[in-house]
């Protein structure tokens, strides 16, 4: 879709949505605060968006981050351009007990970026090499988002936008985001209200999350690859397997494959470590049995596009981020 596309969408967009910061139900937590004064809602963001990094990421799934076959012909090339543009967004609207990335989503760390701040940012990852603009957290950050995106566009941003968001997402914010977004990249974290309350303070997960994915499904139902192996568009679901949650992530599965495009990414993700406040019976590994149950039926229920990860990690083997650092990630 061309810029112009894109700016006229956008432009609806916000149009669409203005006002609503001053009595905010921009997410299912619809916590109506106003957040031009204060930043009191379940993400303790106020107007501006906040930032803890911009880095090329190269642990994102490889049609995402690229791939061997890229890195060479980059190499060739001279270009510089494997890794995924990923911006990390402050505050968090879901705060998952065990979240990996709490140094963000429950202690909002990072600086306010204003919106030519942030298409700054866009830009010059775009200058870097990145196959994409990878959005983390976008979902209570979504009108900055679409403020600095029409500074982008209009100085030529041009790489594809993905929506890296943990699915908590009001259907229709993500039906004003329609032909804004190339590349939906959300979490199902769980069907069952008994665990998403327990481990997220959050019963209507599912309520919410089904038809917010299933409206972008209906967006972008075709995973597609460019020539070189890297997403142009689509919608990829990523599933995290969470010790002793194996009947939820089958039950998962299943309404993905019931309800969605049969051309969508799955992504099925073993990496789980018990951080932050974990409860106690979270606070181990996912065990090998546990992963292959998983993978067994995604396997069995015929995925076309299914990312999976070797094993369950072991203790120890861990790449959890620490966000204090430059580098978060100890891959470049
Ligand atoms: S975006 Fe933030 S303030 Fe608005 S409803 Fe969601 S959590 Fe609450």
Redesign the pocket.
């Known amino acids: 879709m061309k810029n112009e596309d894109k700016l006229y969408r956008i432009d609806r967009a916000l149009e669409a949505m203005s006002g609503v910061e001053s009595d ?4 299912p ?3 109506r ?1 106003d ?1 031009r004064k204060e930043a009191t ?3 303790q ?1 106020g107007v501006q968006a906040r930032v803890s990094h911009a880095l090329l990421h190269f642990g994102e799934e490889p049609v995402l981050s690229g791939h061997a076959d890229l890195s060479r012909s980059d190499q060739a090339s001279g270009r510089p351009s494997r890794g995924s543009g990923t911006i990390f967004l402050s505050g968090c ?1 879901l705060k998952c007990l065990f979240c990996q990335n709490y140094q963000l989503s429950w202690l909002n760390e990072g600086s306010p970026a204003s919106d030519p701040g942030l298409a700054g940012m866009m830009l010059d990852l775009q200058e870097q090499g990145a196959l994409n603009i990878n959005l983390v957290s976008p ?2 950050a979504v009108l900055p988002i679409l403020r600095a995106l029409r500074i982008a566009y209009a100085r030529g941003l041009s790489i594809p936008l993905v929506y890296n968001s943990n699915g908590y997402d009001s259907p229709a914010v993500i039906g004003r985001l329609d032909g804004i977004i190339d590349i939906y990249l959300p979490d199902i974290k769980y069907r069952s209200p008994d665990i998403s309350k327990k481990y997220s303070g959050a019963a209507d997960y599912f309520e919410n999350a089904g038809p917010a994915v299933r409206e972008m499904s209906l967006q972008q139902p075709v995973l597609e690859l460019d020539g070189e192996g890297a997403a142009r568009k689509g919608l990829i679901i990523r599933h995290l397997v969470i010790p002793g949650c194996v009947e939820d992530s089958l039950s998962v599965l299943r309404w993905i494959k019931t309800n969605l495009s049969p051309f969508i990414g799955l992504s099925l993700m073993s990496q789980y470590h018990p951080c932050y406040k974990a409860p106690g019976e979270i606070r181990r590994p996912l065990t090998e049995d546990e992963y292959r149950k998983v993978t067994g039926l995604a396997l069995e229920l015929g995925f076309e596009n299914l990312f999976i990860q070797p094993e369950p990690f072991l203790p120890g083997d861990h790449l959890v981020p620490d966000f204090a650092k430059k580098e978060p990630f100890p891959w470049k």
Do not use: I, K, S
Request: hydrophobic share 20%; aromatic share 0%.
């Open positions: 905010c139900t921009l997410c937590r619809r916590c605060v957040r809602g379940v993400c963001t609207n979902t209570h």
